[in-house]
């Protein structure tokens, strides 16, 4: 029954888990999508217009803190660890956001002062002025994206390439200076992102056994190569939401939370704009800026985490399609509205519904090519 997963509120967890097949050592509570404040039928509605993406593998809407709402298209499961693609962009800026908290690093440092060696022998302006908030805002001042070879990202290939704009006026996506990021959080704290990031991240929020694929200069790729479940994701977006703070305890300073996922720069004239309007809202620190007052970190072929702050709800998507705006447009159309300020009456037939569409989810066939 690894593809259920709507549930009265009063379940009680360990028979809650029991009877999803749920992964996660400390899942997130369950309910009823009524009992916080929207129908089955219009997460329903949400359901028939994904289902017809060529190809989802799951989603997960959390509201008020409860997932109302979880599925997997089969052959994809809720133990089964995903690709986040450049979704773990996000994941690596809060490494550096918890390595600034934790003083070794700054905002403003400069990003040689971190590789010296690895330096070119006459660096320009540019490339000295550069700091590390530019790499957090994709503002590096490069013209082109730097192209990873191989999975196998050099610092010194990233100091190598042309600077031609000063930092921080010139929005760029750079998947580069992401991998750059990382390797700044291992040469300040002596450990890869991904070790950095288990005690202080993952084992607070019950993440198990995330993966992180590393460069073979031993820094976590951090620009992508994190593979985590469904409930990982959601479970990230939901520390987000809460501004930092995880059962009590405050995991992020808030101010982090605030700056990692405001405005910092522009990034409407950048060539992810053609993807929709939900790419032309701005860009913080490795987070997405939205349409509605939203936020989102995001990834290749459709992986995306939205934190939804004015109606209290994050929605956690993995796939491998290329219709990004079409996923946005259905939480926009079909759930946002439907969020509403109180709980609706229970509906013990629309539940009934939606817990078969959910549990009949199965991947659709490649389209024929023409």
Same mark, same amino acid.
């Given at each position: 029954?690894?593809?259920?997963?709507?549930?009265?509120?009063?379940?009680?967890?360990?028979?809650?888990?029991?009877?999803?097949?749920?992964?996660?050592?400390?899942?997130?509570?369950?309910?009823?999508?009524?009992?916080? &404040?929207?129908?089955?039928?219009?997460?329903?509605?949400?359901? *028939?217009?994904? =289902? $017809?993406? !060529?190809? %989802?593998? #799951?989603?997960?809407?959390?509201?008020? &803190?409860?997932?109302?709402?979880?599925?997997?298209?089969?052959? *994809?499961?809720? =133990? $089964?660890? !995903?690709? %986040?693609? #450049?979704?773990?962009?996000?994941?690596?800026?809060?490494?550096?956001?918890?390595?600034?908290?934790?003083?070794?690093?700054?905002?403003?440092?400069?990003? %040689?002062?971190?590789?010296?060696?690895?330096?070119?022998?006459?660096?320009?302006?540019?490339?000295?002025?550069?700091?590390?908030?530019?790499?957090?805002?994709?503002?590096?001042?490069?013209?082109?994206?730097?192209?990873?070879?191989?999975?196998?990202?050099?610092?010194?290939?990233?100091?190598?390439?042309?600077?031609?704009?000063?930092?921080?006026?010139?929005?760029?996506?750079?998947?580069?200076?992401?991998?750059?990021?990382?390797?700044?959080?291992?040469?300040?704290?002596?450990?890869?992102?991904?070790?950095?990031?288990?005690?202080?991240?993952?084992?607070?929020?019950?993440?198990?056994?995330?993966?992180?694929?590393?460069?073979?200069?031993?820094?976590?790729?951090?620009?992508?190569?994190?593979?985590?479940?469904?409930?990982?994701?959601?479970?990230?977006?939901?520390?987000?939401?809460?501004?930092?703070?995880?059962?009590?305890?405050?995991?992020?300073?808030?101010?982090?939370?605030?700056?990692?996922?405001?405005?910092?720069?522009?990034?409407?004239?950048?060539?992810?704009?053609?993807?929709?309007?939900?790419?032309?809202?701005?860009?913080?620190?490795?987070?997405?800026?939205?349409?509605?007052?939203?936020?989102?970190?995001?990834?290749?072929?459709?992986?995306?985490?939205?934190?939804?702050?004015?109606?209290?709800?994050?929605?956690?998507?993995?796939?491998?399609?290329?219709?990004?705006?079409?996923?946005?447009?259905?939480?926009?159309?079909?759930?946002?509205?439907?969020?509403?300020?109180?709980?609706?009456?229970?509906?013990?037939?629309?539940?009934?519904?939606?817990?078969?569409?959910?549990?009949?989810?199965?991947?659709?066939?490649?389209?024929?090519?023409?």
């Amino acid at each position: 029954m690894k593809n259920l997963l709507l549930l009265p509120a009063l379940i009680a967890t360990a028979f809650l888990t029991a009877l999803t097949g749920s992964h996660a050592a400390t899942p997130l509570p369950r309910s009823t999508p009524e009992a916080q &404040g929207i129908s089955s039928k219009s997460i329903g509605e949400f359901l *028939e217009t994904v =289902d $017809k993406i !060529h190809t %989802l593998h #799951s989603f997960m809407i959390v509201r008020h &803190g409860h997932v109302i709402a979880e599925g997997w298209w089969s052959p *994809e499961a809720a =133990d $089964k660890p !995903h690709v %986040l693609w #450049s979704l773990s962009k996000s994941f690596n800026s809060t490494a550096v956001g918890l390595a600034i908290a934790e003083g070794k690093l700054s905002l403003d440092d400069p990003v %040689l002062k971190f590789f010296p060696a690895d330096a070119p022998a006459d660096p320009s302006d540019n490339l000295k002025a550069m700091k590390v908030r530019d790499l957090l805002t994709m503002t590096c001042g490069h013209d082109i994206e730097p192209k990873i070879t191989d999975h196998a990202p050099t610092v010194k290939q990233f100091l190598v390439h042309p600077v031609p704009h000063p930092p921080g006026t010139h929005f760029k996506y750079n998947t580069f200076g992401s991998y750059l990021l990382s390797a700044i959080v291992t040469k300040t704290t002596g450990q890869t992102t991904l070790d950095f990031l288990k005690p202080r991240l993952f084992e607070p929020l019950g993440i198990e056994n995330p993966k992180w694929d590393a460069s073979p200069e031993g820094p976590s790729l951090g620009g992508y190569g994190l593979y985590l479940c469904t409930e990982d994701i959601a479970k990230f977006g939901q520390l987000y939401l809460q501004k930092g703070k995880w059962n009590g305890k405050q995991l992020l300073p808030e101010k982090w939370v605030e700056q990692a996922t405001s405005k910092q720069v522009p990034n409407d004239q950048e060539g992810h704009a053609g993807i929709g309007i939900d790419w032309q809202q701005g860009y913080g620190f490795q987070f997405w800026r939205c349409t509605h007052h939203a936020f989102r970190g995001d990834g290749r072929a459709g992986q995306l985490c939205v934190v939804i702050p004015e109606k209290d709800a994050v929605i956690a998507i993995t796939a491998d399609t290329n219709s990004f705006q079409t996923e946005m447009n259905a939480i926009w159309e079909q759930l946002l509205p439907a969020f509403g300020a109180d709980a609706l009456p229970a509906d013990a037939a629309g539940q009934e519904k939606l817990k078969q569409a959910v549990t009949n989810l199965a991947a659709h066939p490649a389209p024929p090519k023409k």
